[in-house]
């Protein structure tokens, strides 16, 4: 097993650059980027349109504090010094590859994923996938390549049923300023048995990451997407919005896993959705730790009959965070189904939040939900907060809502302590236990990952 | 300063917000989003006489010089940023009940339609006592009604407020309670109107060792629209509360918003929250909102919700023993409630909840 530290995630390279636009947002900025990728007049009017509504929208009214942040001072868009999407490890440059190495791209890759992508601040430097699935008709690369390969699909895809730049001002800022990311088409009856992956990196302060993830599953078909997020803590604040839109067709299933671990002066605002047709299978499953703070609600649109939605998440926070996540499930059809499951670690001062919304409107009949909250706190500066809502306009229909909050319990540790384990460990273990519902979820890299990545956090100052 | 005074300080500051403040929509977050704006004021005087009464079961020589609970008018938010609040606050009467003696004791409040009432309720150390509040409206118009409660050290109150109102009618109201230490407070409101209804209700449990129950009944049809808000703020030690709400809707829209804050002092604290909506057709809309917000790791908090209709097993179960269709649902009903309505004191007043809540629905249920 490799060890991992914080020092591996806060190594910060001194890569090179081969364009950077200036700071803040405007339309000169939208267009430079758009020029740089040499994109279709359809994306420019489109990051153009994003702009204006960017500019009309007002900041969230709820959550955590975000005035910390000023947009002014994001560089949105940077280019590493890289050949664009090598499809060989050994294209990739040395300063670059060094810091994937370090967080176990090539490695995972190897071993059992199907396919592998990285992203170094705005750019993909990196993707690959096996030849069978590609041969099956699989894409699997990057955003960019997929505005100038596969036109007709993105522009039907992107930012319009799914993720509607009206949303909230962090997607349109997105829309405006979306670089790189990962495009996934799966055909209709294939199933991609192993997951394929991302890793995004942001390295550069004061700087935005806003990398677009579209996955398009079609029916009767199967895929699992596993997402790495991680940066460097620097002493000025950097900015993540990216958007993530999955469609999922009839008949299939869908599971897209994150671990996103960005670092304490990232804002994480991050945008996920996903429509979900006729007797299919959403799962979202999702580690959020470490940046500053985060807002990221995952959502599913059950548009279909008998679709369903699963999510999965855990949030930890330690000094000076504040994690809010939550959950969003529209039932849409008759027949829908849900399960949302949220667990979360707060710490030294951290907040955690839950904050999620059910919304089951009339016609929508004999449909199903049900949301469960836990929460484990360890000290008094520490927070815990959670705002569910449920709004039903349907009679036919069944919906619970459960959640709990405490401290570790006396029994437990005394249990442990009795069994030779110090408090440390202890403490250690009744985490790892209180998060396995999530971790065993994950591919085992991933697994291990996460363990670590919490076992950092964990680290001192316990008790 | 005598309460006179400190009220008329917080009115000059509301009619100095009046007609610059907006009725403000209560935004949730995620989108949703509690919309009031669309409460209609009726034009009012502004600043009309400080009228400080006593009534009920009052031992209050001058209420006019009345001092002053240290807890007085919590009810008024410090900063007034709603119409509501400042229309209330500018135009109110305000009635102070202090109940000296333990026992049962029957309060009836008019309502009239365009009024404004802040009523104060004492109980003071020591005093076990039942009050039942019975508020009579006159079917029309738009009404305001503030409360604050102050349930002293080692006293028990067990306060019933029973509301009903007509569509026609809009009622805004604020209730808040504080609890000394070793204080008890069971809170039962139940509601059956008005049309449009608005109730915040804070209960503070300030003393260590205090309890807090507040229960919330209701029943919605005709197009009434509910915004409920329960809470609990824990501050003192070993504290512990309950919020409970239970309601049926029928054509009606109801929005309970539930909340259990501990705040950093409140080490040992148990806060529970449960809420159950029966959605008897699907002109029926039920938004349940079951917050928590915990600073202190010392605690056992959860929270339930369920949204559901009569439930189909129950039924076919009851019609296996005979039961017709309509019978049955009449019965699940009755099982619906009459837990909560048990528990209520004084227990005259639960023949009247059972009337308004069991009999109303059995025979809209007839009706239909």
Request: with cysteine; glycine share 6%; proline share 4%.
């Amino acid at each position: 097993m490799v060890e991992l530290s914080r020092e591996l995630y806060d190594h910060v390279d001194d890569a090179t650059y081969e364009f950077k636009t200036d700071k803040g947002l405007n339309e000169k900025v939208v267009r430079q980027i758009s020029d740089y990728k040499d994109e279709p007049e359809w994306m420019l009017e489109k990051r153009l349109k994003c702009l204006e509504i960017y500019e009309e929208l007002d900041m969230p009214d709820f959550g955590p504090d975000l005035s910390g942040l000023n947009l002014e001072e994001i560089t949105y868009f940077m280019v590493p010094d890289a050949d664009k999407n090598s499809r060989d490890w050994d294209d990739v440059p040395e300063k670059i590859k060094e810091t994937f190495e370090r967080l176990g791209i090539p490695e995972a890759e190897r071993k059992s994923l199907a396919g592998a992508g990285a992203q170094y601040d705005s750019r993909a430097v990196y993707h690959n996938i096996r030849e069978d699935l590609e041969e099956k008709g699989v894409v699997f690369m990057d955003m960019d390549d997929a505005v100038q390969e596969h036109p007709e699909m993105v522009k039907e895809h992107f930012m319009t049923s799914c993720i509607s730049p009206r949303l909230h001002k962090f997607s349109a800022l997105h829309g405006a300023v979306w670089s790189g990311g990962t495009f996934i088409y799966v055909p209709e009856g294939v199933e991609v048995k192993q997951p394929l992956q991302a890793y995004f990196r942001m390295n550069s302060m004061s700087m935005g990451q806003f990398e677009h993830t579209l996955i398009i599953v079609d029916d009767n078909a199967e895929c699992h997407y596993i997402e790495g997020c991680s940066a460097p803590t620097f002493n000025k604040k950097s900015l993540h919005a990216g958007a993530v839109e999955v469609f999922v067709g009839e008949n299939s299933r869908m599971r897209y896993s994150s671990v996103e671990s960005w670092s304490k002066s990232t804002y994480n605002l991050n945008t996920k959705r996903a429509n979900v047709q006729a007797n299919s299978t959403m799962e979202w499953v999702s580690g959020n730790l470490h940046s500053g703070v985060t807002m990221l609600y995952p959502a599913s649109l059950l548009l279909g009959e008998h679709a369903r939605a699963e999510h999965l998440s855990i949030a930890f926070a330690g000094e000076d965070r504040h994690q809010e996540t939550g959950a969003k499930v529209y039932h849409l059809a008759p027949h829908t189904r849900s399960t949302i499951e949220s667990k979360s670690i707060s710490k030294d001062g951290g907040i955690t939040g839950y904050r999620g919304l059910v919304k089951i409107p009339e016609g929508s009949y004999d449909s199903k939900c049900s949301v469960l909250c836990d929460a484990m706190m360890f000290d008094n500066e520490s927070q815990s907060l959670t705002y569910p809502s449920i709004d039903v306009e349907e009679d036919d229909v069944d919906l619970v809502h459960e959640a709990s909050v405490g401290q570790i319990s006396e029994d437990q540790l005394f249990y442990l302590n009795s069994r030779g384990l110090d408090e440390e460990e202890a403490l250690s273990l009744i985490v790892s236990g209180f998060i396995e519902p999530l971790v065993k979820e994950l591919p085992l890299e991933y697994a291990v990952e996460m363990n670590n990545l919490i076992e950092m956090e964990m680290e001192g100052g316990l008790g | 300063m005598n309460l006179a005074d400190i009220y008329d300080k917080r009115r000059s500051q509301a009619t100095m917000v009046t007609e610059k403040t907006p009725v403000t929509d209560h935004q949730q977050g995620l989108g949703l989003v509690t919309k009031r704006s669309h409460i209609n004021l009726p034009d009012t005087d502004q600043a009309a006489e400080a009228a400080i009464q006593s009534t009920g079961q009052v031992r209050v020589a001058t209420p006019r010089h009345e001092e002053p609970h240290e807890h007085a008018l919590m009810s008024i938010p410090d900063e007034i940023e709603d119409r509501l609040d400042a229309v209330h606050v500018a135009n109110a009467d305000v009635n102070v009940i202090r109940i000296t003696e333990s026992g049962h004791h029957t309060v009836t409040v008019g309502i009239p339609h365009n009024s404004y009432t802040h009523n104060i309720l004492h109980i003071p150390k020591g005093v076990n006592a039942t009050v039942l509040l019975d508020y009579e409206t006159d079917g029309y118009g738009f009404s305001t009604e503030f409360i604050d409660v102050h349930v002293d050290d080692d006293a028990t109150a067990h306060l019933t407020e029973i509301r009903r109102g007509e569509p026609e009618h809009t009622l805004y109201t604020r209730r808040e309670a504080t609890l000394g230490d070793d204080a008890t407070m069971h809170w039962t409101q139940c509601d059956t109107g008005s049309g449009l209804l608005t109730n915040f209700t804070k209960t503070h449990l300030l003393g260590d060792n205090s309890e807090s129950r507040t229960t919330n009944l209701f029943y919605g049809n005709d197009s009434r629209e509910f915004d409920v808000s329960l809470e609990s703020h824990h501050t003192g030690e070993n504290t512990y509360s309950f919020i409970r709400s239970r309601g049926a809707l029928r054509s009606a829209k109801s929005t309970q918003r539930g909340l259990v804050r501990i705040n950093k002092p409140a080490f040992d604290a148990d806060g529970y929250q449960k809420a159950d909506n029966l959605l008897l057709d699907s002109d029926a809309n039920a938004v349940s909102i079951p917050d928590l917000e915990i600073h202190n790791p010392n605690v056992q908090c959860s929270h339930g919700s369920t949204v559901s209709s009569l439930d189909d097993e129950q039924l076919f179960y009851l019609q296996t023993r005979g039961y017709n269709d309509l019978h049955a649902k009449k019965l699940l009903v009755e099982g619906f409630f009459t837990p909560y309505i048990e528990r209520v004191r004084p227990e005259d007043a639960q023949s009247e909840l059972r009337d308004l809540l069991v009999n109303n629905i059995q025979s809209d249920l007839d009706a239909s």
